[in-house]
């Protein structure tokens, strides 16, 4: 049996790359706007990939369309394999000119804006010619992008345990009690459980992972906080706590700068349990990494003393 041929093999990568952007942006109009192609064109590339595949991929409701269940399992391959070009494309090139090449990196919000920042200035300082690419996500997101092969290394705050992810602890990150100096001058020198108790806090979201993690905390020091403000995000937190309007539980790393500098105080809390995030990386197993990849995680060896899998 013939396999196919180079056209034929370079027209279904297009359209598995047609059916992802339909898939990402809701509908053919907006897919066919980003990929500066007609909507018909766009109909044609999916129905022809419906035929090739004998299957059909969607659904309707009313302008937008929705993924069948085999829709779903084709655009899980269909990513993959996508960014799986991608990344031999990368490697030749690389190949061609040593030092060059591109890392990706994927990781939660809080480990983009406060730990990735010096260690990819350090890595650039080293190689120069290297493309940094960043996504962030939540840690759910970050392991799908890892397992989907859209970066090439995650950094992650949550346990991870998956047959095709090696995880390799990085740093411990204990959670403090922070207030701006004012606030914290008319506290005590040391803050007792029924003095937390009664201060207003700034906290995370409901229902996100870090918020339930400060909730479970705070219940077994025998506290209900008072929540006076909530966000989406450890900026908006440490920038009203430091104008003084309460009090936040909070990761080191996402304020050991603020904590340097003296726009926020650790609160002498004995009551607070020793805790901590670990910050892992974690990493497809078994596959063939870059020379680029290769150089981020000896990086990341010497910068956190661990051993990584450098295959």
């Known amino acids: 049996m013939r396999g196919p041929t180079r056209r034929g093999s370079s027209m279904l990568l297009q359209h598995l790359t047609t059916f992802c952007r339909v898939v990402e942006e809701g509908s053919f109009t907006r897919a066919a706007q980003v990929l500066n192609l007609t909507q018909p064109s766009v109909t044609k590339q999916v129905g022809a990939l419906e035929d090739y595949l004998q299957v059909q991929l969607f659904t309707r409701q009313g302008k937008r369309v929705h993924l069948t269940p085999v829709g779903e399992l084709v655009y899980d391959y269909a990513r993959q394999v996508i960014h799986l070009v991608q990344r031999c494309e990368e490697a030749v090139r690389e190949y061609r000119s040593p030092g060059s090449g591109s890392v990706t990196v994927g990781c939660v919000h809080t480990i983009g804006l406060f730990t990735l920042p010096e260690l990819l200035a ?57 207030a701006g100096p004012s606030f914290a001058a008319d506290l005590p020198p040391v803050v007792s459980n029924a003095d937390l108790a009664q201060l207003p806090f700034i906290g995370y979201v409901r229902g996100a992972r870090f918020r339930m993690t400060t909730d479970q905390v705070l219940e077994e020091m025998g ?32 304020v050991q700068r603020e904590l340097i500098s003296g726009q926020l105080v650790r609160l002498n809390v004995p009551g607070l349990p020793r805790l901590s995030r670990t910050t892992s990386l974690i990493l497809r197993r078994g596959e063939r990494r870059s020379e680029a990849v290769r150089a981020f995680l000896s990086l990341l060896e010497q910068r956190y003393n661990v051993t990584i899998p450098t295959r």
């Not at 989907?148 to 290394?153: L, N, P, Q, Y």
């Not at 909530?230 to 909070?250: P, Q, R, S, W, Y």
């Open 223 to 254: 506290i209900q906080p008072q929540f006076v403000m909530e966000f989406d995000n450890h900026e908006a937190i440490k920038t009203m706590v430091a104008l003084g309007f309460g009090i936040a539980l909070e990761p080191v790393s996402a």
């Open 122 to 178: 350090a890595y650039v300082r080293e190689h120069p010619r290297v493309k940094i690419n960043v996504k962030t996500g939540n840690n759910r997101e970050t392991v799908t992008m890892l397992l989907h092969g859209e970066v090439d290394v995650g950094l992650v705050t949550t346990p991870q345990v998956h047959e095709r992810i090696e995880v390799v602890p990085l740093f411990e990150d204990p959670l403090v009690v922070v």
